[in-house]
């Protein structure tokens, strides 16, 4: 099971209207994180983020430049952080 918390929706709010295809990227993370949030598989852009706590996204999920920082208690997913990178990062 995925849930949000209300900073991840105040952020996708936020950048909805000028990111056409973040609903697209949405909807593909909400899949792989129903399917396979540990990524135990390996065949997701899934990376355990070190010394973070628990409550401040300990798992990062890449989707295109979008970032989705997510927690795993038990069986359920919350997701806490959407992000933009920028195009002048490297």
Same mark, same amino acid.
């Given at each position: 099971?995925?849930?949000?918390? +209300?900073? /991840? +929706?105040?952020?996708?709010?936020?950048?909805?209207?000028?990111?056409? !295809?973040?609903? +697209?990227?949405?909807?593909?993370?909400?899949?792989? *994180?129903? %399917?396979? #949030?540990?990524?135990?598989?390996?065949? /997701? #852009?899934?990376?355990? $983020?070190?010394? %973070?706590?628990?409550? !401040?996204?300990?798992?990062? *999920? @890449?989707?295109?430049? /979008?970032? /989705? @920082?997510?927690?795993?208690? !038990?069986?359920?997913?919350? $997701?806490?952080?959407? +992000? *933009?990178?920028? !195009?002048?990062?490297?």
């Amino acid at each position: 099971m995925v849930s949000t918390t +209300g900073h /991840f +929706g105040r952020l996708m709010k936020k950048l909805a209207p000028k990111h056409a !295809e973040l609903a +697209g990227r949405y909807a593909d993370a909400l899949v792989i *994180l129903s %399917v396979d #949030p540990h990524n135990k598989s390996s065949k /997701f #852009p899934i990376k355990k $983020l070190h010394n %973070v706590a628990e409550g !401040e996204g300990q798992y990062r *999920l @890449r989707s295109g430049r /979008f970032r /989705f @920082r997510y927690d795993i208690l !038990e069986s359920q997913v919350i $997701l806490h952080y959407c +992000g *933009l990178r920028r !195009e002048d990062t490297c």
